[in-house]
């Protein structure tokens, strides 16, 4: 007879990191998403941890979390809510996961948040379908932009003519392009940090965008086979930049910006191509550059992506939303809304901001 357990780890020391760096890989080494540096940010009122799910001890899942506190009107309520660390991860399940172990791992951590008072749960899925059998409310979120770049040919010929020429325009601006991969020097990765923070600070982005420098050097130096930085200088001046992650086969979008000084020199369209074009040599086979702002097919930010692979089949994108507690859920929900007597539907997890009372 098989026999489950589950442990829950908090990230807060070496023993604990090296455990999960061990943990990981075990079932899979190879996805950047799940890489540890990649998954602290250090925000108030939050702490993160992981899930180890076994069967008769053989490890079977591993899912990081961040256990938040709750806290309205600047007092700690006592509950938490779970949500997952940005990006795409969620459980990660060994490939010999059958449906009854998944529904058996998920049962198991909803007995853990009714006991240590969790109220809600938020996840961002991966694209390995770790949303099915999920407990709560599976929702289709984003469009991903995905794109086979094996036949550069086929590429080249797929982008429209305007994406074409502008690419041209920028090497005859005389715009010069670089991938750092492996081992990046820190100035570049101070390089490519100039160039973000600037971008963050011109969109007036949210604090979890507000990375330290030393959250990207640490990343490319304790995985220097998951990333790459591309920049594209105007003399000596960066002013296109680019964080990828790479995994066994594909190249992802991660963090990125141009100079708006420099927009019409078109150095993101210069970046991008190059950077295909280097992913190809290294033997990658596929470019996610992400979805837009919205799950909208009219959506400019997807369209803008879109561009690059129009022919290309889109990957889609789920978030898990889940109601641990509901009397608390409505509680807070009240407590945190100006007019209480106003609020409609709080129950509908799959439509509009979640946890509803974690709403501005």
Known sequence: MSKSTLESITLNSEAAATNYRQSISLIDNTNPYYSLELLNNHLENQELLFFKYKVNDELKVV????????VVHGKETGYFDVTSPWGYNGPLYDTKMSSDLILDYWSLVDNWY?????VSEFLRFNFNHNYEHYTGTKVHTLRNVKGNISDWDNFWSNLKSNTRNQFRKAKKEGLTF???YKDIPEEKV????DVYIGTMDRRDAIDSFYHPLEYFTNFAAQNPGKCAIGLVYQENLPISCE???????????FLGGTSSDHFKLRPNEFLKINAIEWARSEGLVF???????????TDNLYLYKKKYFPFDED???YTGRKIVDKKVYLELCELNH???????????????????????
């Open 178 to 180: 670089e991938i750092h």
């Open 190 to 193: 101070k390089a490519f940090y």
């Open 114 to 118: 009714e006991e240590n008072k969790v």
């Open 315 to 317: 990957i889609h994108f």
């Open 243 to 253: 964080l990828f992650l790479i995994s066994n086969d594909t190249m992802y979008s």
């Open 63 to 70: 899912m990081p979390f961040i256990l938040r506190k709750i």
């Open 287 to 297: 470019y996610m550059i992400g979805g837009g702002l919205s799950n909208s097919e």
């Open 338 to 360: 100006p007019n209480p007597s106003e609020l409609v539907d709080v129950e509908n997890v799959s439509e509009g901001f979640f946890p509803k009372y974690r709403e501005k």
